[in-house]
């Protein structure tokens, strides 16, 4: 018979369980934290946020700080000080410490360690990304109204007391945004840029030119823009009223100067995303030879293409100008790019056009190339010579490994190569179109969607991403950097509609790229998102509500 001392353990044990509990997967009540933390103890009890609350921090970390404060300030109104002076590492009652000192190594670069307890917050993490991200997971376990840009007087600034440990699991946590085919500006690109960093991710692939707009000034030939930047109309059949991108004179697009690219280069950086530029080459090249058509293989004239499917601009190889030309475009973005990764493009190369040009086939022979593939390669390996005699890494799409890939090439898989490149020890980003493509319809029921290019991504797809390949034998799994989201935006002309086909896909995405494989669970985050969801209302962003393959009830364009 058990005595009664005996059953008040065993309930106090349960309690004690209860008030500790480890959450190994995210299929819990937990936190509506997104992506979700590699491990987690939920415990009970708050810690409430209070105008007297301090923020201590290691001065070298103050700029983190600033960042937590700053939005905190918005959304509260409390004026929270920040305390650099006779800075400890233990832990301050009634206080925040941000601190990268005695913060464990094991963590990894971005990693970091976040315990809420009723009276203190401690955020510790060996570098500065690690802590940046560690307050975004504070910033989740506060009411969604903390991402509100005025004061919210009702809200309840509690945080639940917790014990997180978290690290990415890939280092590549992408999303690729095409400026060519429609036009988005500096602010709009930073605003891209916030929503990112809050997700966790960390590379912004900025798809610069294409055959319908050249973005990127380059001093050297100003024409790219002058002329490479502005098209007739918006294209692509759609509402000339869907965009304000519009000139002086009544043409469509728009592009970055060199102060532009430096400000969001500088925006990026605060928020520990690096970006990877992307010049397309030789392919999917006519704004450029718009501009200068004497590096084309016909001599021009060429005009802008209001819509898709037309990528003739291809550059002439049997012309030493045109590697003079690119060498000096190329200086310039290394220039303007601090990052070690350049993309040169490098996919669905008109080869008919070299096959048909005397120049090209003469230059085949003489270098014992058999076939355009190895034409192709051979443009593609001179160009990552380039790039890596300039210390940077030369990225390109699944294409660049037809007739042989240049050495240090990093492989950007969108239709397949991604095992063949892994296995002979090259780099590759995953965006297979399957669960990478964001321009693709959310629904199949089309007629309740704006309209998109084709395709059919929904949510729970993206979710089901595993980016290592199945048939890559282990060894390589390393090379697997990470995945990308990719927004192609020929049917998209504004920010609003990009929006809309970003989220919460990327959000899906951001978690494949950040969470223990073990710990994915579409219901589960599901869940979150509905939290989630709160708190893109509160920043402004657009998003599809609907999760599944509904139609959507109200499109606000
Ligand atoms: C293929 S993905 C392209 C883009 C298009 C996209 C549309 C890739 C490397 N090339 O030029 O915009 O499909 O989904």
């Known amino acids: 018979m058990k005595s009664g001392r005996n059953t008040k353990s065993a309930v106090a044990g349960i309690f004690l369980c209860l008030m500790a509990a480890t959450l190994f997967a995210a299929d819990t009540n937990g936190p509506a934290i997104l992506p979700w933390p590699q491990q987690v103890t939920l415990r009970a009890g708050a810690f409430k946020l209070t105008p007297q609350t301090r923020i201590y921090v290691d001065p070298a970390s103050r700029p983190t700080a600033t960042f937590l404060t700053a939005r905190l300030r918005q959304s509260t109104g409390y004026p929270l000080k920040t305390r650099t002076k006779f800075f400890s590492a233990r832990a301050i009652e009634g206080g925040i410490l941000l601190t990268t000192r005695a913060a464990n190594t094991n963590l990894g670069p971005e990693g970091y ?179 200068y058509p004497q590096f084309s293989c016909t001599g021009g004239p060429f005009s802008i293409p209001l819509k898709g499917g037309v990528f003739n601009g291809i550059y002439n190889p049997a012309d030493e100008a045109t590697f003079k030309f690119l060498d000096d475009v190329l200086t310039e973005v290394f220039q303007l790019f601090p990052g070690q990764y350049v993309h040169l493009g490098g996919d669905e190369v008109p080869q008919d056009t070299w096959k048909n040009n005397p120049a090209c086939q003469a230059l085949m022979k003489r270098d014992g190339l058999t076939n355009e593939d190895e034409l192709q390669s051979w443009f593609m390996k001179r160009m990552e010579k380039f790039v890596g005699a300039h210390g940077r890494t030369m990225v390109g799409w699944s294409e660049i490994l037809k007739g042989g890939l240049a050495s240090n090439a990093v492989v950007m898989d969108w239709i397949g190569g ?140």
């Open 113 to 291: 360690e976040l315990t809420v307890a009723p009276d203190s917050v401690v955020l510790r993490a060996p570098t500065q990304a690690g802590l940046f991200y560690g307050v975004q997971t504070l910033f989740q376990l506060l009411p969604p109204e903390i991402f509100s840009s005025n004061v919210v007087q009702a809200a309840d600034w509690r945080m639940p007391c917790i014990q997180i440990e978290d690290w990415p699991r890939f280092r590549w946590r992408g999303f690729m945004l095409d400026v060519a085919r429609h036009f988005y500006n500096r602010q709009q690109v930073e605003r891209i840029l916030d929503a990112m960093a809050f997700q966790k991710l960390n590379r912004f692939h900025w798809h610069l030119t294409d055959d319908q707009g050249w973005r990127i000034e380059i001093k050297k030939y100003p024409k790219l823009t002058q002329v490479g930047a502005w098209r007739a109309g918006v294209g692509f059949g759609l509402d000339p009223k869907s965009t304000t991108a519009y000139g002086p004179d009544g043409r469509y697009g728009g592009f970055y100067t060199q102060a532009d690219i430096r400000e969001v280069v500088k925006y990026a950086a605060a928020r520990h995303i690096t970006i990877v530029p992307e010049i397309e080459m030789p392919g999917h090249s006519t704004a450029a030879l718009a501009a």
């Open 418 to 557: 991604a095992t063949e490149a892994a296995s002979s020890g090259h780099d590759v980003v995953m965006t297979p179109t399957q669960f990478c493509y964001f321009d693709y319809y959310q629904s199949t029921n089309r007629a309740s969607e704006p309209l998109a290019i084709g395709g059919f991504l929904p949510l729970e797809k993206v979710y089901s991403l595993e980016p290592i390949p199945a048939d890559l034998p282990e060894q390589y799994a390393p090379h697997i950097l990470g995945a990308q989201g990719n927004l192609w935006t020929e049917y998209i002309p504004n920010l609003h509609y990009a929006e809309y086909m970003i989220f919460p896909r990327l959000t899906a995405l951001a978690e494949v790229d950040w969470s223990p494989d073990s710990a994915r669970n579409f219901d589960d985050f599901s869940r979150r998102l509905q939290v989630e969801f709160q708190r893109f209302a509160e920043l402004g962003i657009n998003y599809r509500p609907n999760l599944t393959n509904v139609p959507t009830a109200t499109l606000t364009q």
